[in-house]
């Protein structure tokens, strides 16, 4: 069998029936995207995505920056974009990719239009997943590695099948929408650190739904697109990569939302920024450590690490999520690195400046050049050295929210709060957070996406 | 300076007044992209992505299939995949590419949207030429070799920069919409021959729309995405690519519209066919042969042609396009390659039918494997073996409509006349054609498109 018609068949003919574990998982990152997609209404990126499509609105879909209804492809490119503006929504760690902002707005704004129920969306969720678990165990880290943003690359073929599953597609309509999706995959990763990050989740969560909705009346596509010449694998490959075949196997193996599992997110910036922050705080509060006693930071990371956090002196909060100065600076000085640690007022902080030039980023010459996807080899190995000479050194190989190190459902329930501030009323957030805890039951999803917009 | 900033000055400042070569031309592609999204009206690609996009409709833009207004993203991805559903758009020749099927449209419903003038039109649609024809000098052939389908790849960064010029962005805002749109840019080869492959233009032209108007609005972009790690280079480049140096230098010559210029197309089949049909035509015309007496015709081309003509027994009327075997069998029984020799009943012609087998392609080894991009080295052989052993060869290396053998206006007439058979009637086609020929001087170009749709 060709993978495309594997992950076709998987899509749509998979049990319906998930091992509760799964079904929790999917119902945790609709919440923790929920949560990240109220955060990120007020990105500037979020909102002029929303501003411009506002112009062209018409639908059911609510558009949960503008607030409006809108059509579903629109509505889920502004809340997927929103979703990641923040860099605070979850990592599926094989992908190297963000994977709920780009399905789950994509499936809600599907259902929405289409009166699907909660539950179909959450089994949607899970298929979003497996295909693109089983595309990233195909390409990655190679692909990633090349430049590849694959939060866009994997997430639109991945989304698409999430969508096909929600319509109903057979085999053969749900290997039109995988197929057609790759025609979306795109994005390079220069575009970390600017307002086409987030924007690239949006387009994904876009050709989702268009690819699901084209095959479903029938438009044709390639019926192999992953392997061969000319394929997906020879435009997006790189060397080292594992090849299709083991997409294939993995798909036989236990649900990705089971196993890797989805690494929810503990602060709101660039994933490889996690591990050093983790480092900074457990020294920080185990030795008693004040900012002004440190001199200096070593950080010893991985190329993908060194690559990814490219910006010394960040100059806005896109540039912030991805500075490992910013990020150790509020980890040492404030003791966090939250929402309010990412704002421009932040980045003005006279405090946190200072401490940006102690930061040095080193590559760890013992982590392999080509990390094997969520194998546990990633990690941080971080040394203060404080005022007198005395260092302290830790080493981080899961950080807090990784499916190794999960999130409690109380911290869970603290982050969807924490991003609601501002946004939703106190009594309001309650009721948007049963709404969505409801949600596996829910005859259709209008209700819980509508406790999500401030009245 | 970087390539990303020259094609964002190119575009935002290069002077108003072409010549009068560069605004025929761009006149002769508006009113040749204009045909063919009339006579792909009734395309299957084209109606699947109207009537999906049909639901979510709302704007002021006229989507020519379902006659609706739309919003203007929707309008040009409907148009741009019926201007390329028939494969009788235009092409140009450097980008290996389809240029006006997506610029067009692109151009025309932002024009619609945003009450631009006629003028502006073919001002945008001759920015969006040099820009194609920059990057392909960077790129091609080996990034199209590769399996890129340039319509895609370099139409949407070309589009957002028409678009761009359109909105009268400044450079960084074109700049902008430039990086932002080769977000867009994806697509394989492998969708010849499905729907996959007009959509790929229509997904081209609503990624400039998209993209111009994000950056209208503000969004950011990495400010140098064609050159270095992780860039366009990086992702979309092939080995043997000139890089893009030649592109700024490309950029400082002649605009694209006259040199090398658009290959407005004679017959609706992939350009790869039309050296082969034109040599066909020639022989059977200046030898007198009826399709009887030839028992074999053997075709020396190009490798990639010899990839691009995938189907030897077709089995729809998009592998019809894609297939020497028709395209000779037509050429040689019937004596044309008209719209009408592109139908289901024409393949099912048991004429055509017996004469398939008769067809042979093999590689000329004496054209260089590595062509460079319009420079006359491509060129198609074809030898007939006509009952009792008499042999008639032909050698085409500019085919009818190239920009080297162009079509003549009366020509251009009687295919815009042709296309319009069926969709309009004799007096409203010929006031569909005033409209276009007087678009240089009308205030807005609404009349124009209106009197595209059939009352």
Not at 118 to 132: C, N, P, R, T
Request: aromatic content about 6%.
């Amino acid at each position: 069998m060709t993978i495309t018609t594997a992950l076709a068949r998987h899509t749509a003919e998979a049990s319906r029936i998930w091992p509760a574990e799964v079904q929790q998982s999917a119902l945790r990152a609709v919440i923790d995207t929920c949560a990240c997609m109220i955060a990120g209404r007020n990105d500037a990126a979020a909102r002029t995505i929303s501003a411009t499509l506002s112009r062209w609105q018409s639908g059911t879909a609510v558009d949960l920056v503008s607030l409006e209804h809108t059509a579903a492809p629109w509505a889920a490119m502004v809340n997927a974009t929103a979703a990641h503006a923040l860099d605070y929504d979850d990592v599926l760690e094989t992908a190297a990719a963000h994977a709920s902002a780009v399905f789950v707005p994509a499936l809600l704004a599907l259902a929405q239009e289409r009166k699907a129920s909660g539950a179909q969306v959450l089994d949607a969720l899970a298929i979003s997943f497996d295909v693109m678990n089983a595309l990233a165990a195909a390409v990655n880290y190679p692909h990633y590695s090349r430049g590849w943003h694959t939060t866009l690359t994997l997430g639109a073929p991945a989304a698409a099948a999430g969508c096909a599953r929600l319509l109903g597609l057979d085999t053969a309509g749900a290997a039109r929408a995988i197929s057609t999706a790759t025609s979306f995959s795109s994005g390079s990763k220069l575009q970390f650190g600017t307002q086409m990050k987030p924007t690239h989740a949006g387009i994904a969560a876009q050709a989702g739904i268009l690819a699901a909705s084209f095959a479903e009346q029938g438009l044709t596509a390639a019926p192999e697109i992953f392997e061969g010449p000319w394929s997906f694998e020879t435009l997006f490959g790189a060397e080292g990569m594992p090849g299709f075949r083991v997409a294939e196997e993995r798909l036989k193996g236990p649900p990705a939302l089971a196993e890797p599992g989805a690494w929810i997110k503990a602060y709101p910036c660039c994933a490889s920024a996690h591990r050093p922050i983790d480092a900074m705080l457990h020294l920080r509060q185990s030795s008693g450590t004040a900012a002004r006693d440190i001199e200096r930071v070593d950080t010893y990371v991985s190329t993908v690490v060194q690559k990814n956090l490219m910006y010394e002196v960040p100059r806005d909060e896109m540039e912030g999520r991805f500075s490992l100065n910013h990020c150790l600076a509020a980890a040492a000085c404030r003791g966090s690195a939250d929402l309010a640690d990412f704002t421009l007022e932040s980045l003005a902080d006279p405090e946190l400046i200072a401490f940006w030039p102690k930061v040095f980023m080193h590559l760890d010459p013992e982590i392999p050049a080509n990390l094997a996807p969520a194998s546990g080899e990633e990690r941080c190995r971080l040394r203060l050295t404080l005022t007198g000479g005395r260092t302290l050194e830790h080493t981080v190989v899961f950080p807090s929210g990784h499916p190794q190190a999960p999130m409690s459902d109380a911290d869970l329930e603290r982050k969807f709060k924490d991003c609601a501030t501002g946004v939703l009323a106190p009594a309001a957030t309650d009721a948007a957070l049963d709404g969505l805890l409801s949600l596996p039951h829910a005859n259709d999803v209008d209700a819980a996406l509508k406790a999500l917009v401030p009245s």
